[in-house]
């Protein structure tokens, strides 16, 4: 038997759980969930000029309509920063409400906050935000365990300011240490 892969390649192995995840128990719950992520309410949205060109159906240049928006002309829910542009407060156009679901889906003018929330793999740990309501932590805490093995165990903290973001680390199995019920699903 091969021993474990190194650090980088747990972190690889975290973000495939992650990505699996979100694609068997995230996503579907989309098209039924009560209050999506894509109407900005709670989420800011980080965007790229030729995203919120394109979502956002823009015509004029990147300059003209940086000076609209500096003048308070553009559109409400929009703000530019360090290069980028956050939308808040107000659906993404390219969320369709009959559907309950997303026009870009899959395309590459979707955010990647978008690909990524709720669940996401950062710096060698997975990030759940529990405002997603599709998101249960014990399930994802005995997913990731079931992708990482027993020679592992989970371990989550809340951000003290944003309780809701949980950070979910691995951490390595020693001797005969008895693994806690609490820590690990």
Request: aromatic share 8%; hydrophobic share 40%; with cysteine.
């Amino acid at each position: 038997m091969s021993p474990r892969p190194p650090r980088r390649l747990l972190a690889q192995e975290l973000a495939a759980a992650a990505a699996a995840y979100q694609a068997a128990v995230v996503i579907p719950h989309c098209a039924e969930c009560s209050k999506p992520c894509c109407r900005l309410d709670p989420l800011v949205l980080e965007l790229e000029w030729k995203q919120l060109k394109t979502l956002w159906q823009i015509e004029e240049s990147r300059n003209a309509f940086d000076r609209r928006l500096g003048s308070g002309q553009g559109p409400e829910e929009i703000r530019a920063g360090n290069g980028l542009y956050y939308a808040h407060g107000k659906a993404c156009p390219a969320y369709d409400q009959a559907q309950g679901s997303c026009r870009v889906y899959g395309q590459e003018v979707k955010p990647v906050g978008c690909s990524d929330f709720p669940v996401y793999e950062d710096q060698g740990s997975v990030v759940a935000d529990l405002r997603c309501e599709a998101v249960d932590l014990k399930a994802l805490v005995a997913w990731m365990a079931r992708a990482v093995g027993p020679e592992f165990r989970i371990v989550h903290s809340a951000d003290e300011e944003f309780p809701f973001l949980v950070t979910l680390s691995v951490k390595k199995v020693t001797g005969n240490a008895r693994v806690s019920k609490r820590t690990r699903y």
